[in-house]
């Protein structure tokens, strides 16, 4: 940094800048972005040169680069957090990430106690984000060894071990501390015996509150412990005081009275309620603990000598022939080489029913194989596992915000500084106008509002309920990756349907092919060109026709929407649909287009072939539609959804099908671009779109959706842009991640009112509000038993969707 002119230089890697005009491209476009006060780009050391006064607009530079088509390096990863004891910590550790150079995005999930962090390699690093979040008072848990998760497990085990025997201490000392101060106050030496007994409490299993409110308080800062310490601490030096010096009080007239129980309860309450908290916050995570438990720690490789060897997961390689006894759990992704038996998958796709598997099927981690027993190729191993992937997706989801939840944020920011206000504007106002015991009761008000404030209540209203809603929906085959979807599918009144693989079950095979001339090479030809076709019907064509040898084809090109063209020895030649055809200006047999219609209105799609003067032959494919796609459309109309098909294929082939399934809106012969323009359409009308598809084609539209649904035994660019997969490719799936949606919100509603209305109500009473009306005044006792059952009845609410059918 030149600390003359307060200019940071920055180097940005770049990806896919291969030449000077495009590094020319790119620092064009950065060449009018604010906060830029220079930039060079160096191609040879793929990286651009940022010199700007504001570092923390690094995120806009990088999307800058993005928009122009070029690519940033980025890691995400999501890395635990030690020490919050609130939300307003969540929100200090949030604040200390986003304002380190390099870091994109951070955001901490308090519920999880974890952060999910973006950043550019060389920028910034694990390291650097820990010596900057422990600057703050608060830690991360950086460990790259594989055995970091158990690491971390145990870390929490002892914690948890901690809390839990302190809280059984502070328990056992509060009883005799509360049975004193209630019925033997008159007794000799009972403010020494209630200040033996509430010492230990506040100084010994207390203490951490203390530590953590001097740490925030080093950098300017407050959160719960701020409010827990000072309430206690308060109540505790005040009773001090009136027991070593009560004549202070006795000259002026006035009663020496002591607040040892309140100090010593309140802490063991609050201890009890973390305690709790925590085991409830741990039963929110119980789908990834569930999923992580799936994967065995030892596999048995067969060797190429045939005999078996047992090692760990972590040795296995690609490749690796693995045997699977009755009732394993298949260790990695592969493909059966011999053997077959029934494997049950339902703690990936939801489904009860145990598919049979047998040679060249496929075989997924975590799954459990029934009575026979067989051996399979690994194709997937460590984190490129189904099961891994969906991990790390469920991880990224629970970790991620909703909306809703930027406000609850900026509440979080600013709610213990506006309590410490409350609390000592309450102090005065009882000082001053409370009468002869208006400093005593002022100072009970004080502590009182300190310790009834819970922003864990906050805190843990949304992410908690987000973190149980996406776990439930991963146990049911529905993965969702992020807090948003799962809040907006509940809105979603128009659900758009892709044809081939999701209506129907993607497995398409040609039933019926008529060739005007029997002509060998010209199989071979169609063959040839449909072998390089992206499109999934090409294989299907491939299958058929059982042409082993390909002929050499030049000019080859796929036309997006219509099919594929080539030139053989000089003549050019076409496979697609009829509109290509028409355009190449192709004539057409009569029998050919009879076939076509007749072929097309039983709801098979045409493929037709031809050279550069007339259609040579026709192939009919027809796809199976799914069993269970019918019912799944009728319960979407049944809950006043719209549903549209939207296909490349024929107007007839569409009709057909969509007729089949009870659909009544549909569009054919759709191109990709037309299908993102019909959703920008029904868009504009003020409607809530899902798409759902499972192809390449389909991902611009699933990109403009609102919600984004692929299915699961879809392309791999499908489900990168979606935001919901449908594990099992079941269309029932949709209504069932509605209601999940639904079910979700509601509970996060429900939490937020009763946080909110606990700390309207609770606050003002605490301050002593009521005084003028009824005499009533509550006691700091009961306080730290309501702030304590605030935070934990809010997270039993959002244990209660685990239970909803």
């Not at 049944?638 to 007729?659: C, F, P, S």
Request: some cysteine; aromatic content about 8%.
């Amino acid at each position: 940094m030149d600390k003359k002119t307060q200019l940071f230089t920055i180097n940005i890697p770049l990806e896919g800048v291969e030449s000077e005009h495009c590094g020319l491209i790119v620092a064009k476009g950065l060449q009018d972005v604010l906060g830029i006060q220079s930039q060079k780009v160096e191609v040879n050391n793929k990286r651009v040169v940022i010199e700007t006064a504001h570092p923390e607009k690094l995120s806009e530079f990088v999307q800058t680069i993005k928009d122009l088509g070029y690519h940033v390096p980025t890691v995400k990863k999501i890395i635990p957090v030690l020490e919050m004891s609130c939300a307003s910590c969540a929100s200090s550790v949030e604040t200390i990430l986003n304002a380190e150079v390099g870091i994109l995005k951070a955001v901490v999930n308090f519920a999880s106690a974890t952060v999910a962090v973006e950043y550019i390699v060389g920028l910034a690093s694990p390291q650097t984000m820990k010596s900057a979040v422990e600057e703050g008072g608060f830690g991360l848990w950086i460990e790259e060894e594989k055995e970091s998760g158990d690491a971390l497990e145990v870390l929490h085990e002892q914690k948890f071990a901690l809390l839990k025997k302190k809280t059984f201490w502070a328990l056992g000392l509060a009883v005799p501390l509360v049975t004193i101060g209630m019925f033997f106050m008159e007794m000799a030496y009972a403010n020494i015996i209630m200040w033996i007994l509430s010492t230990p409490i506040v100084f010994g299993l207390g203490l951490d509150f203390f530590k953590n409110a001097w740490k925030q308080a080093k950098h300017r800062s407050a959160n719960m412990d701020t409010l827990v310490a000072l309430s206690t601490g308060v109540a505790y030096l005040f009773s001090v005081f009136n027991t070593v010096y009560p004549q202070f009080w006795l000259v002026r007239g006035l009663q020496p009275h002591v607040y040892f129980e309140a100090a010593g309860v309140v802490i063991a309450f609050i201890l009890l309620g973390r305690l709790l908290e925590e085991k409830a916050k741990g039963n929110t995570s119980t789908a990834i603990k569930k999923l992580m438990g799936l994967q065995p720690k030892f596999v048995t490789v067969v060797a190429l000598d045939g005999s078996h060897q047992q090692i760990s997961i972590d040795a296995v390689e690609i490749d690796a022939i693995i045997l699977v006894k009755p009732g394993e759990k298949i260790a990695v992704d592969g493909i059966v080489t011999s053997g077959q038996s029934y494997v049950d998958e339902s703690m990936l796709t939801g489904e009860p029913i145990a598919i049979l598997k047998t040679e060249n099927e496929k075989v997924y981690a975590g799954t459990i194989n029934q009575k026979g027993s067989f051996q399979f190729r690994a194709e997937q191993i460590g984190s490129a596992t189904l099961l891994s992937q969906i991990i790390k997706m469920v991880q990224e989801a629970q970790g991620s915000k909703a909306p809703v939840q930027k406000l609850v944020d900026k509440i979080a920011r600013i709610f213990v500084p506006v309590v410490l206000g409350i609390a000592v504007f309450s102090f005065l106002v009882w000082t001053i106008f409370g009468g002869e015991n208006g400093f005593t009761q002022g100072l009970m008000a004080l502590v009182t509002v300190l310790v009834i404030a819970c922003p864990c209540a906050l805190g843990l209203a949304t992410p908690t309920a987000i973190m149980v809603g996406v776990g439930k929906g991963a146990e049911n085959g529905i993965l969702i990756k992020d807090a948003e979807s799962l809040e907006l599918a509940q809105k979603i009144n128009v659900v758009i349907l892709d044809k081939t693989g999701t209506i129907t079950e993607g497995k398409p095979s040609v039933n019926h092919s008529f060739w005007l001339t029997e002509d060998a090479i010209l199989r071979q030809i169609l063959s040839s060109m449909e072998r390089q076709s992206e499109h999934p019907l090409a294989d299907a064509v491939v299958r058929y026709l059982e042409v082993y040898e390909n002929v050499a084809l030049s000019e080859f090109e796929s036309i997006t929407g219509h099919g594929v063209q080539a030139q053989f020895e000089g003549e050019a030649y076409y496979a697609g649909t009829k509109k290509l055809l028409l355009q190449k200006g192709i004539t057409f047999d009569e029998r050919l287009i009879q076939k076509a219609e007749l072929w097309s209105s039983q709801a098979q799609t045409v493929i037709w072939f031809a050279n550069s003067k007339k259609a040579l032959a026709l192939l009919a494919i027809s796809d199976p539609i799914k069993s269970s796609s019918k019912s799944a459309i009728l319960a979407l109309q049944e809950k006043g959804i719209e549903v549209y098909m939207l296909t490349g294929d024929t107007n007839a082939t569409a009709k057909a099908v969509a007729e089949s399934v009870g659909i009544t809106h549909f569009e054919a012969e759709f191109l990709p671009e037309q299908k993102s323009n019909f959703v920008k359409q029904l868009q504009s009308n003020g409607k809530t779109v899902a798409m759902v598809g499972d192809g390449i084609n389909d991902s611009a539209a699933l990109a403009q959706a609102d919600v984004s649904i692929a299915m699961g035994k879809g392309s791999a660019i499908a489900m990168d842009v979606a935001k919901i997969t449908l594990i099992s490719s079941d269309l029932q799936k949709i209504a069932e991640a509605i209601r999940l949606s639904k079910l979700t919100v509601q509970t996060i509603r429900q939490n937020l009112f009763w946080a909110f209305v606990y700390n309207l109500i609770g606050i003002p009473i605490a301050a002593g509000l009521l005084y003028p009306v009824n005499g009533f005044l509550l006691n700091p006792m009961l306080a730290g038993a309501a702030m304590a059952l605030s935070s934990v009845s809010v997270v039993s609410n959002s244990l209660r969707l685990k239970w909803k059918k």
